[in-house]
């Protein structure tokens, strides 16, 4: 059922917004919607003017009326591109926080809608930089509105370089969208056409066809500029912005209608291609989908066995970051296809490792035959399935994962598959992937086997393990994703720590690119949050440790072993002799090439001096401030009472999923400072 609601944006007669049309660009109504407006390119001035007072009063009140609908809003400025010979629009602000947190009212008031946009903010000359005064502004439509819907556009933008034809097929198409599900549009800078639609389905992904038809749906991780920014219009101020179920699957069907043919990227996933390396960005890795999965979505998986399959086919299209949306379309063609039951079912399988081979072939779907080995993927490292005589001269050393040269290899964990090794190939930089788990890996002459469980269904690690490398957008979004994550989960009298804190969980996944490190430091009275920090950082960061309960003579060798992110409580309640110990492993352990040096007993009952590398980050918390020797090695935040609702449980299906991403980012970073 498509459910169509309606809700008022009239930027005229909205609370928020001024009435004053000689301030704005005047308002066109439009008397049909079954055509589409004149947008021809509006002449502006050769250079964006300085608003005046009121025109900036106007902006403000405007951007008031979005706020207050829970989007993020961030100012822009338009200027002219002489050598492209259209408007370009600055946006050069740092607005992707907001893609994973709200805007709080304070971060939107203290917007300067006086000030100025540098264009080119990398330039090093100040004498060569560009600045162009705020004219308009961008709302962030990553997150759900207070109305919980996601706000979306349909973008009509006519290029120079397109047909005829091309414009007219566009112009046709958006026409009779608009017939059937009338709303808002507005006019653009360049002569385009926004219409606006509020849906349920958030519509992560953006369909492109503006080399066939000039049309794009607007949505996911961007930002997009509204009226009244100079250039942008109004041009039905009689409608309003049309609710609908699913925005994405309307707009991808009135393509097919018109036999518009898709781009390589929606290719990828709604007709199963084996390869999906078009779903993500050209910076992302390639990767490879099973052929029997490929098979599968053409069948009809019913009965138990064949829920199983799909269960496994939505794990492994999560696995390589492809949205949930999506994965819901690849089950469409099922006879019992129902999409919410399809969302939940996805969303169920979150977090969780692809199958075996040895499962898919229990289903029934696997296509290995000894004649033919379909699934005839590269096995350079050993699995649970290899076999064979044992070299004598082979030593078998367990590891939690390192980096070579050539490999980096991480243990992870899943209550289905056990421990077993991720692999990245830093040479063609890209994960493998494999027939089996990698149970093992050999490195020269010696054999590395992963930490094991008395019990399967535990885990070995010491920290919370991830279950897979898992894509990101970019670091940057990953970054506010992390800070995001913390932000609603802990409460600091400073917002700028939490900047601080996202910059330090994702340097403790790159430890070994750095020669020293410093520590951090919670310092405040009893119930302020120094525990629930504690807490952020074991979630998110790099073999976190927390030593409450581990004596403190196992924390030395566990530290030389595997460099954890050491989490330290309650520092001040040692007794003196923890606290002298723990003490060495502070003074030493801040640079790399430092030991710190205890005894130990030998053989004979005496004792010796033993040396152990407790080079790491660490995380401490206390009421009291330490020996100065440590303290001047801290990065301090002050706690206080929470003044702010917070999370009371971690979020640790979230905090899995930030995990699996920073995996990734450690695969793909790691050594890039000696890279360059």
Avoid at 89 to 107: A, D, G, M
Avoid at 233 to 254: G, Y
Wanted: aromatic share 10%; hydrophobic share 35%; glycine share 6%.
């Amino acid at each position: 059922m498509n459910r169509e609601q309606t809700t008022n944006l009239n930027t005229s007669t909205s609370p928020n917004t001024t009435t004053n049309h000689n301030t704005i660009q005047p308002l066109k109504e439009t008397t049909s919607n079954t055509e589409l407006p004149n947008t021809t390119k509006k002449p502006l001035p050769a250079q964006s003017p300085q608003p005046s007072n009121t025109r900036l009063e106007a902006l403000k009140q405007a951007a008031a009326y979005w706020h207050n609908q829970g989007l993020a809003v961030f100012p822009i400025a338009t200027y002219w591109n002489k050598q492209k010979e259209k408007w370009g629009k600055n946006l050069c602000y740092r607005w992707q926080k907001w893609q994973t947190e709200p805007q709080t009212p304070s971060e939107f008031n203290s917007i300067n809608w006086q000030s100025m946009l540098c264009r080119n903010p990398k330039e090093t000359d100040p004498a060569k930089r560009v600045y162009d005064p705020i004219d308009g502004f961008a709302l962030v439509i990553t997150r759900k509105a207070n109305n919980g819907c996601y706000l979306r556009f349909i973008d009509y933008d006519p290029k120079g370089e397109a047909s005829i034809e091309t414009k007219a097929l566009g112009k046709n198409i958006l026409a009779e969208i608009l017939q059937q599900h009338p709303t808002l549009i507005e006019g653009t800078i360049n002569g385009g056409t926004h219409a606006y639609y509020w849906s349920l389905i958030p519509c992560d992904y953006n369909p492109n066809y503006s080399k066939s038809c000039c049309l794009e749906l607007l949505g996911g991780e961007r930002c997009t500029v509204v009226t009244p920014t100079t250039g942008y219009q109004i041009l039905n101020t009689d409608m309003e912005i049309a609710q609908i179920d699913d925005l994405q699957t309307l707009f991808i069907s009135a393509m097919k209608r018109h036999k518009v043919p898709l781009n390589k990227t929606l290719k990828s996933y709604i007709s199963s291609s084996t390869t999906l390396s078009a779903t993500v960005n050209t910076q992302r890795l390639s990767y490879s989908v099973r052929p029997c999965t490929t098979v599968a979505l053409k069948q009809q998986l019913g009965g138990s066995l064949g829920h199983s399959m799909r269960l496994n086919i939505a794990a492994k299209y999560l696995s390589l970051g492809v949205a949930f949306e999506h994965i819901v379309e690849l089950f469409k063609d099922q006879n019992d296809f129902d999409r919410s039951t399809t969302l939940t079912q996805v969303d169920s399988v979150a977090g969780h490792a692809p199958h075996t081979c040895e499962s898919i072939l229990s289903y029934g779907y696997c296509l290995y035959s000894e004649n033919q080995a379909v699934c005839s993927w590269r096995q350079l490292f050993r699995s649970n399935k290899k076999t064979g005589k044992k070299d004598s001269k082979e030593q078998t050393s367990i590891s939690v994962g390192f980096a070579s040269s050539d490999f980096i290899f991480e243990q992870c964990y899943t209550s289905s598959q056990g421990s077993f090794y991720m692999v990245y190939n830093r040479v063609a930089g890209r994960v493998e992937e494999y027939e089996h788990p990698v149970l093992s890996v050999r490195v020269k002459d010696v054999t590395y086997v992963p930490l094991i469980s008395a019990k399967s269904e535990v885990s070995p690690l010491l920290w919370p393990a991830c279950t897979s490398a898992q894509e990101y957008t970019d670091e940057v979004t990953l970054f506010y994703e992390v800070r995001g994550f913390i932000y609603d989960h802990l409460d600091v009298p400073n917002d700028l720590d939490y900047d601080v804190f996202a910059l330090y969980v994702m340097a403790t996944w790159r430890l070994e690119d750095f020669v020293s490190v410093p520590y951090y430091e919670f310092l405040g009275v009893k119930e302020t949050g120094k525990t629930r920090g504690l807490e952020c950082f074991k979630a998110l960061g790099y073999r976190p440790l927390m030593v409450a309960s581990i004596s403190v003579s196992a924390v030395f060798r566990i530290i030389e072993e595997y460099h954890p992110l050491l989490l330290l409580d309650e520092m001040d309640n040692l007794d003196d002799k923890e606290a002298s110990e723990l003490i060495k492993i502070l003074n030493a352990g801040y640079k790399k090439g430092q030991y710190a040096v205890r005894s130990s007993k030998d053989v004979e009952g005496g004792f010796v001096p033993e040396a152990f590398d407790v080079f790491g980050f660490k995380v401490l918390a206390g009421t009291k401030l330490l020996p100065e020797t440590v303290e001047s090695r801290c990065i301090k935040t002050a706690m206080s009472k929470a003044v702010r609702r917070v999370e009371v449980f971690v979020d640790e299906g979230r905090a899995l999923r930030i995990r699996n991403k920073l995996l990734m980012y450690r695969f793909r970073t790691l050594g890039g400072f000696m890279r360059g």
